[in-house]
């Protein structure tokens, strides 16, 4: 997908995010797991390209094609994008014996890693937990709309 002036604010701030926070982990070389995760869910983006070509080539979104390739991607949303805000803080929780709580501990009382930076990962690792979730209920409502579609059609005749 290019990126163009038509794309919606969401998904700027998801770039810009992303390039900050790669470009934080390059410098300060802390905290690095969280970005890492994240960049994880990009394995989303096979289907939805293949959703953007089908459309390219004018495969109706009733063809079989497409409601496939809308299911792949809603299953691909619910299996990576969806939990890896929860899989984060289980690793966080794992990590510290204590959770959230020894995490902040770590960072903010015995300054193992700089305020500053801390705070900003984890701002962006809760913007991305909360767009991956925004995002994963958006293409599960799409892999079912044209199915709600077929049906009413079916329905009608």
Same mark, same amino acid.
């Given at each position: 997908?290019?990126?163009?002036?038509?794309?919606?604010?969401?998904?700027?701030?998801?770039?810009?995010?992303?390039?900050?926070?790669?470009?934080?982990?390059?410098?300060?070389?802390?905290?690095?797991?969280?970005?890492?995760?994240?960049?994880?869910?990009?394995?989303?983006?096979?289907?939805?390209?293949?959703?953007?070509?089908?459309?390219?080539?004018?495969?109706?979104?009733?063809?079989?094609?497409?409601?496939?390739?809308?299911?792949?991607?809603?299953?691909?949303?619910?299996?990576?994008?969806?939990?890896?805000?929860?899989?984060?803080?289980?690793?966080?929780?794992?990590?510290?014996?204590?959770?959230?709580?020894?995490?902040?501990?770590?960072?903010?009382? %015995?300054?193992?890693?700089?305020?500053?930076?801390?705070?900003?990962?984890?701002?962006?690792?809760?913007?991305?937990?909360?767009?991956?979730?925004?995002?994963?209920?958006?293409?599960?409502?799409?892999?079912?709309?044209?199915?709600? +579609?077929?049906?009413?059609? +079916?329905? %009608?005749?």
């Amino acid at each position: 997908m290019a990126l163009g002036a038509h794309e919606p604010p969401i998904m700027w701030l998801h770039h810009v995010l992303g390039f900050g926070g790669a470009f934080a982990e390059m410098c300060f070389r802390e905290l690095s797991f969280f970005p890492v995760a994240f960049a994880i869910s990009e394995l989303t983006v096979i289907p939805f390209n293949v959703i953007w070509y089908l459309s390219k080539f004018n495969v109706p979104r009733t063809s079989k094609a497409m409601r496939v390739a809308l299911i792949v991607r809603a299953v691909a949303f619910l299996a990576i994008r969806a939990p890896i805000g929860i899989f984060t803080v289980a690793y966080a929780h794992n990590q510290t014996g204590g959770g959230l709580p020894a995490l902040f501990r770590r960072v903010y009382a %015995d300054k193992e890693a700089g305020r500053i930076f801390a705070t900003g990962v984890f701002l962006n690792s809760l913007a991305f937990a909360i767009m991956n979730l925004v995002w994963t209920i958006q293409a599960i409502k799409a892999s079912t709309k044209e199915e709600k +579609k077929e049906k009413e059609k +079916k329905k %009608d005749e």
